[in-house]
């Protein structure tokens, strides 16, 4: 079974930084698109940034462009959200997720709260 892990939410005050980390269970996926998804108390869950092998490679939000970075080390079965410039409309919880097939995420992380306070 699939599971995925993520790490490193938090508190951090406006304008500051947070590393977020998603491990992945299993080795049999190694190269499956993964995501970072967020969700606000009260809001639809929204896309935040994606990592695959066809172009493009990296993709992001238009909130998260320029502010966050997504990345992964095949070696460790990690994805990463660098997050600087954290903003309030920041916070929510964070989930990771995985597509072990075209056209969906159907593996998910418990999530990771992230607060930005102003």
């Known amino acids: 079974q699939v599971q995925l892990v993520e790490s490193g939410g938090g508190l951090v005050q406006a304008g500051g930084s947070l590393n977020l980390s998603c491990v992945v269970s299993?080795?049999?996926?190694?190269?499956?698109?993964m995501a970072w998804f967020r969700q606000a108390p009260g809001k639809e869950r929204e896309f935040v940034a994606g990592i695959r092998r066809t172009d493009p490679k990296i993709y992001y939000s238009d909130s998260a462009k320029g502010r966050f970075t997504v990345s992964r080390d095949s070696a460790k079965n990690t994805m990463y959200l660098q997050m600087t410039s954290l903003k309030p409309e920041d916070t929510a919880v964070y989930y990771c997720?995985?597509?072990?097939?075209?056209?969906?995420?159907?593996?998910w992380g418990q999530g990771t709260q992230v607060t930005v306070s102003s």
């Open positions: 997720a995985l597509s072990s097939a075209p056209g969906t995420y159907d593996y």
């Open positions: 299993t080795r049999a996926l190694d190269g499956a698109p």
